[in-house]
């Protein structure tokens, strides 16, 4: 049995000679043409797919990363003002803070002028300012329901409140509107 060809396939040779030695080298020469195509191909598609899901996961990492600093940012932020809430309370209770001062700039805010206006303490708070003269018209009262170390000035025109929790609290309102 004699082949002949027109032309050799791509990458196979056609040698004269013994026709089933002939077509056994062209099947040869064809399979493993082919093998190498496959796998090359084969090669190429896993490539682009590897390169493809690593893309989508170097995105997912940024996006989790960034999640990652605003929750750390956050709770970084509730922690400190933890914090300082409690060491502010260790120092009023110890009584190391400036109650006098404290007084003096609330009742500067307060817009009474001269008029006449109660300042309610806590009881020990009103104890350690016993000795100070404020303005005419002005009162210190001993009052159990105002938490230590805060101010509560009744005026002719309504209350001004000093609270310390809240100023801690203004703070962290303004830091986490900084955050976002």
């Given amino acids: 049995m004699n082949l002949t060809f027109d ?3 791509t990458g196979a ?4 000679g013994d026709s089933q030695e002939g077509l056994s ?3 040869e020469q064809l399979l493993v043409t082919e093998h190498q195509r496959g796998k ?3 090669y190429a598609e896993a490539t682009t797919e590897a390169a493809l899901a690593l893309d989508s996961a170097s995105e997912r990492f940024d996006q989790l990363t960034e999640e990652a600093r605003g929750q750390v940012s956050e709770t970084a932020v509730t922690l400190a003002l933890e914090i300082a809430r409690r060491l502010l309370r260790v120092e009023v209770e110890a009584g190391r803070y400036d109650l006098e001062k404290v007084v003096r700039e609330a009742l ?3 817009g009474t002028g001269r008029r ?3 300042v309610h303490l806590n009881p020990k708070d009103a ?3 016993s000795e100070i003269s404020f303005r005419n018209g002005t009162e ?3 009052d159990v329901s105002v938490p230590l170390g805060n101010v509560h000035i009744t005026t002719p025109d309504g209350l001004l409140v000093r609270d310390l929790d809240r100023a801690v609290e203004a703070i962290g309102e303004r830091i986490f509107g900084e955050l976002r």
Avoid: I, K
């Avoid at 040779?13 to 004269?16: I, N, Q, Y």
């Fill in 127 to 129: 104890e350690r300012l």
């Fill in 7 to 9: 032309s050799a396939p």
């Fill in 25 to 27: 080298r062209v099947v």
């Fill in 140 to 142: 210190l009262e001993a």
């Fill in 13 to 16: 040779t056609v040698v004269p």
């Fill in 108 to 110: 500067a805010e307060s």
């Fill in 40 to 42: 090359a191909a084969g």
């Fill in 116 to 118: 006449n206006c109660t």
